[in-house]
T-cell receptor, first 113, second 113 residues
Framework: DAGITQSPRHKVTETGTPVTLRCHQT?????MYWYRQDPGHGLRLIHY???????DKGEVSDGYSVSRSKTEDFLLTLESATSSQTSVYFC????????????FGNGTRLTVT | AQSVAQPEDQVNVAEGNPLTVKCTYS??????LFWYVQYPNRGLQFLLK??????LVKGSYGFEAEFNKSQTSFHLKKPSALVSDSALYFC???????????FGGGTRLMVKP
């Protein structure tokens, strides 16, 4: 696996609480992404980053925010978790855009009760 | 907007038989196309990609994919399936002017001994 670490691997939280997921890479890749995976929907992009402090929204960004203060770290925050945010969250990295493949972490399973 | 369709939720094949997992796409401009595989409790692993050139692309683990521009398809194939190929397969597309990689809903491949 590419050098991508997601933490925590599992989390259970209550509705209304804030949650932060962390993605750490050791590949020095410019681009980082957060996806969520839900049955029947494949993977959907939440937010992505194209450099330190440079981020943009994906197709399902409502209720999520991100930050990237260092090349190696990309944080995903749920300001006030809802049950609809129960999902498996994947971080991915890529060196460049275009034809460069994404490399994925092993995911964080988040359950909001 | 770009999109990917994987029309089969599940494909069943016998070990040793050829397999095909179907993918069609819609995108503006020339596409970058990818196949990924996901094993249980793991992130997605890159299998192969099409950027330009030869329509038949060879990838990891004996997989190949055929790009057909007129049919906007990028079907994944393998001449002889193994039980260990059983997994979830995702097709993805990115337009040459875009930043987002869009995934299909996934196809579960079951290879039976």
């Amino acid at each position: 696996d590419a050098g991508i670490t997601q933490s925590p691997r599992h989390k259970v939280t209550e509705t209304g609480t804030p949650v932060t997921l962390r993605c750490h890479q050791t590949e020095n890749h410019r681009y980082m992404y957060w996806y969520r995976q839900d049955p029947g929907h494949g993977l959907r992009l939440i937010h992505y980053s194209y450099g330190v402090k440079d981020t943009d929204k994906g197709e399902v960004s409502d209720g999520y925010s991100v930050s990237r203060s260092k090349t190696e770290d990309f944080l995903l925050t749920l300001e006030s978790a809802t049950s609809s945010q129960t999902s498996v969250y994947f971080c991915a990295i890529s060196e460049v855009q275009g034809g460069s493949p994404l490399h994925f972490g092993n995911g964080t399973r988040l359950t909001v009760t | 907007a770009q999109s990917v369709a994987q029309p089969e939720d599940q494909v069943n094949v016998a070990e040793g038989n050829p397999l095909t997992v179907k993918c069609t796409y819609s995108v503006s401009g020339n596409p970058y196309l990818f196949w990924y595989v996901q094993y249980p409790n793991r992130g997605l692993q890159f299998l192969l990609k099409y950027i330009t050139g030869d329509n038949l692309v060879k990838g990891s683990y004996g997989f190949e994919a055929e790009f057909n521009k007129s049919q906007t398809s990028f079907h994944l194939k393998k001449p002889s399936a193994l039980v260990s190929d059983s997994a979830l397969y995702f097709c993805a597309v990115r337009g040459n002017a875009g930043n987002m990689l869009t995934f299909g809903g996934g196809t579960r491949l079951m290879v039976k001994p």
